[in-house]
C-alpha cells in the first residue's frame, strides 16, 4: 500500500488546506466542458469544480484516496487508474487540472504526452506545482524526502520546456513566491 492509500482517511487534516479561492480565481475554466482532476485525491477540488463546470471527473490511482473523495459528492466521477496511461479516448477530455501531483508523479513526461493526447483541441492542462527553487519549498522537499515520497519538483521552467516538448504552448504564473500556475495549451 503507498503512503497515500495509507494516510487517505487523516489525509484532509495532516496535510494543510491551501488558498482555494486563489486557485480558482486564476484558473480559465469553461464552464460548458467536463474537467479531469488528475490526481485529485481526497476530492477536495473536485467537490468545488462542480460549481463551476459541466461535469468532473476525478482520476487517482489510490484506491483509498477516491473513497474519501466519494464522501465529498456523488456527482463527481471517480476512475481509479495512473497518470501515465489514462483510461480515456484521445481528443475527448477538454480540461485538466493537476493540484500538488505532478511531483508526486513518478513518470512526469509520459504524463504530460498522455494529457496531450487525450486532450481535445482546442484543450488546457492547468498544473499548480511548488518552486523547488524558493526556499519555502526546502521545508517541504525535506518533509517529503523523510516520508520517501520520492518527488520531483520541478521549476516553472523545467515543466515548461517538458511541455513545450510535446507541442504544448505554455504561460505560467506564480500563485504566492513558491507556488506557480501553469497553462498548457493544445
Ligand atoms: C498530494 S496529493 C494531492 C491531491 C489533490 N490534488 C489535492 O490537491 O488535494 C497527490 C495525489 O496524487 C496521486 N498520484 C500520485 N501518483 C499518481 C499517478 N501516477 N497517477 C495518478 N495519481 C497519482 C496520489 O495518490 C495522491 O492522491
Excluded at 496531450?116 to 483541441?121: D, P
Excluded at 522537499?141 to 504544448?168: A, Q, V, W
Aim: net charge negative; hydrophobic share 40%; with cysteine.
Amino acid at each position: 500500500m503507498d503512503l497515500f492509500s495509507w494516510i487517505a482517511k487523516r489525509y484532509d487534516k495532516i496535510i494543510p488546506g491551501f488558498d482555494l479561492s486563489t486557485i480558482l480565481d486564476n484558473l480559465t475554466l469553461f464552464q460548458n466542458e467536463v474537467i479531469l482532476d488528475l490526481g485529485g485525491g481526497t476530492g477536495r477540488i473536485a467537490a468545488l469544480f462542480e460549481e463551476h463546470v459541466n461535469g468532473c471527473i476525478l482520476l487517482d490511482r489510490s484506491f483509498e484516496m477516491l473513497n474519501q473523495a466519494k464522501k465529498k459528492s456523488n456527482s463527481v466521477m471517480m476512475v481509479q487508474g495512473v497518470s501515465e496511461a489514462l483510461p480515456f479516448r484521445r481528443g475527448s477530455i477538454p480540461q485538466i487540472f493537476a493540484n500538488d501531483t505532478l511531483h508526486h508523479i513518478h513518470k512526469q513526461d509520459e504524463t504530460i504526452e498522455q494529457c496531450y493526447e487525450i486532450l481535445s483541441s482546442p484543450g488546457h492542462l492547468m498544473v499548480r506545482e511548488f518552486d523547488p527553487d524558493h526556499w519555502k519549498t526546502f521545508f517541504l522537499i525535506l518533509f517529503e524526502k523523510l516520508l520517501f515520497f520520492g518527488s520531483k519538483f520541478l521549476s516553472p521552467k523545467s515543466l515548461e520546456d517538458m511541455c513545450k516538448r510535446f507541442n504544448f504552448t505554455v504561460e505560467w504564473e506564480r500563485l504566492t513566491k513558491s507556488t506557480y500556475l501553469l497553462n498548457a495549451k493544445k
